[in-house]
């Protein structure tokens, strides 16, 4: 699966971290209905095995090239996997269209004719176990795209029951999603990039990939993230723990998502620009927003998508490393006046680094 951090953000300086003790669970000494078992209490699911159907890709015009993962990376990824271009490959699995899961039972010639200009197609690669987003640039290049009409059953872990007023309840889960594909990290990479080294060098730490034709290990999984999260408690006054997330590629009757479970603390405005740091293909583009983190310091004054920074203090801003670099010098809780640029509009916006939590 190919990811970026929504969380490119935009400063991590004066970053500490201190040693929590943990009470994680050796879970691989209980047996197999006592995890199970834990796995209900903490989050309300129960899971089984299953297997859904997808259609494979027949041919893929040569246009269809262009790979756009960046909504779907997360702190420990590797960033160079932003700007990789990946061929659409016969075999691989048609999950999603605009979001919208693509169920086997679906008149695919008349759902391709309702669609909106640029849809983004979401794919699973069974062949490299990647998690591919496609935007077609023009209708002429969709009607290039031929998939098969056989189906193509795949390995799922799907959600059998979800108890009311739980985790999984709140977080939307329902009974009969399937998971696709996910992986199981820490973030030590995201430490790495607070730390100081080039984005390029940022690279995944101790992730592990999931079966998810092994229940057991999925379950763990999730078990091993709550754990991890449970620890961390309290420690809201530092910006950076070790931590672990799961995320999950999920599929069910009408929906397409990536659903993440993680707890992540930084310094920072709660904003992530079109490229990180120091990227080396990032060039000098505009400094544009593509993501503003609720109850963040960004979202609080008012920051929108698709924001471009025109001046930070008065002083022109000429591409997201100047304005990365200013707003890193800039000290916690003092306050930056900002010109940014939506539409037509220029924006006078005033906001200061603080932490910022995300659950």
């Not at 990946?86 to 691989?92: A, I, N």
């Not at 408690?233 to 009757?253: F, H």
Request: charged letters at 30%; glycine letters at 6%.
């Amino acid at each position: 699966m190919k990811k970026l951090i929504p969380l490119f953000m935009v400063v991590f300086v004066g970053c500490a971290s201190i040693n929590v003790k943990s009470n994680k669970q050796d879970f691989s000494l209980l047996t197999n209905q006592q995890r199970a078992d834990l796995l209900k209490k903490k989050t309300g699911l129960t899971l089984n095995k299953s297997e859904s159907k997808f259609y494979p890709v027949e041919y893929a015009p040569e246009e269809m090239k262009k790979f756009s993962q960046k909504f779907n990376m997360m702190p420990g990824d590797n960033l160079a996997d932003l700007f990789n271009q990946e061929e659409l490959k016969k075999g691989d699995l048609l999950l999603g269209i605009d979001n919208k899961s693509v169920n086997a039972d679906l008149d695919l010639q008349e759902y391709f004719r309702d669609l909106k200009d640029r849809p983004t197609l979401t794919f699973y690669s069974p062949s490299d176990d990647k998690i591919k987003n496609y935007v077609v640039s023009s209708r002429e290049v969709l009607n290039k795209l031929v998939l098969s009409k056989t189906t193509t059953k795949l390995a799922t872990i799907k959600v059998s029951s979800v108890e009311p007023n739980s985790w999984a309840d709140k977080e939307g889960y329902e009974a009969g999603d399937s998971f696709i594909e996910g992986y199981f990290a820490n973030g030590e990479g995201y430490k790495y990039m607070l730390l100081g080294l080039p984005a390029e060098k940022v690279i995944r730490v101790e992730r592990g990939k999931l079966g998810l034709t092994e229940l057991s290990g999925v379950i763990e999984a999730f078990l091993q993230t709550f754990s991890d999260k449970e620890a961390l408690i309290g420690t809201e006054g530092v910006s950076l723990q070790k931590e672990s997330y799961l995320k999950l590629a999920v599929i069910n009757d009408n929906e397409f998502k990536i659903k993440t479970i993680h707890r992540t603390r930084f310094l920072g405005l709660g904003v992530q620009f079109d490229c990180p740091a120091r990227a080396r293909k990032c060039g000098n583009r505009p400094a544009e927003i593509l993501t503003v983190f609720p109850n963040s310091p960004g979202a609080r004054v008012g920051f929108q998508l698709h924001d471009l920074v025109e001046s930070i203090d008065g002083e022109k801003i000429n591409g997201t490393h100047e304005a990365l670099e200013k707003i890193r010098s800039m000290p916690v809780g003092e306050v930056m006046k900002m010109k940014v640029r939506r539409g037509m509009d220029l924006i006078d916006l005033e906001v200061a680094r603080d932490l910022v939590i995300m659950d």
